[in-house]
C-alpha cells in the first residue's frame, strides 16, 4: 500500500459519501428489522454499527479517545444522522497531522494510518452489507478497495474469533476487486 496521505484522505471521504449514498430516506424506510449480510446485525443495528465507525474515526483522526459520551446509539434515521458525521469524518482526516503518530481506536492504540485505513474498510464492506441488505447495487472505487483489502489483510486473526469477520471464502475464479474482499472478511456474493 503505497497511498500518500493526501490520497487516503481522499478515500477514506469519498469511502464515507458513498455509504451516506445507501442511507437515503427511500432505500431505508420501512427496513429496519432486515437481516443483512453481517450474521449479527439487522439493518438497524448494522447503522448504528456504521455510526460508531463514523464517530470513532472522527476521534481517531484528531488523536482523541471516544469519550463515553459519544453517540453511538441511533436518536434520528441514518439520512439525518450520518451527512454531518460524514463531513466531520472527511474534514478530519483531511488535516495533515491525522495521518501522522498513533491514536486511540476501538480498545487499543494503532499507527493512524491503519486506522484511516480501517475506518475505509469498515465503511465499504458495511456499506455493501448495508445495500445488499436493503436491494441495492452496491459500487466502490477500486483504489477505495484497495485499500479496505489491505487494512482487512492486516488485521488478526483473532478479529474472526470475535465475530469481527466471518471465516475467509473462496472468491470466484472471475472474481471483482470488491468480491475479493468481501470474501477475504467472510462474505459469501451471490
Known sequence: MNATPVQLADQLARAARNLQAYTEQ?????????????????????SEHLLGAL??????????????DAPMTLTEAPWV???PLVDRLAAAWA???AWE?????????????F?????????????????????????ADDDVVATA???????PEDARANGAFGPEVDPAVDATPLERLLALTGRKVA
Open 95 to 97: 488535516e495533515p497531522g
Open 115 to 139: 486506522a484511516g485505513m480501517i475506518t475505509i474498510m469498515e465503511l465499504t464492506v458495511h456499506g455493501w452489507d448495508l445495500a445488499t441488505a436493503t436491494g441495492q447495487s452496491f459500487r
Open 149 to 155: 483489502t489491505a487494512a482487512a489483510r492486516q488485521i
Open 81 to 83: 444522522a450520518f451527512p
Open 55 to 68: 464517530v470513532m474515526g472522527g476521534y481517531a483522526a484528531a488523536k482523541e479517545p471516544l469519550p463515553a
Open 26 to 46: 427511500p432505500a431505508l424506510t420501512g427496513k429496519r428489522e432486515l437481516p443483512t449480510p453481517c450474521a449479527d446485525f439487522d439493518v438497524h443495528r448494522l
Open 101 to 113: 503518530g498513533e491514536t486511540p481506536f476501538a480498545s487499543s492504540t494503532y499507527p493512524a494510518p
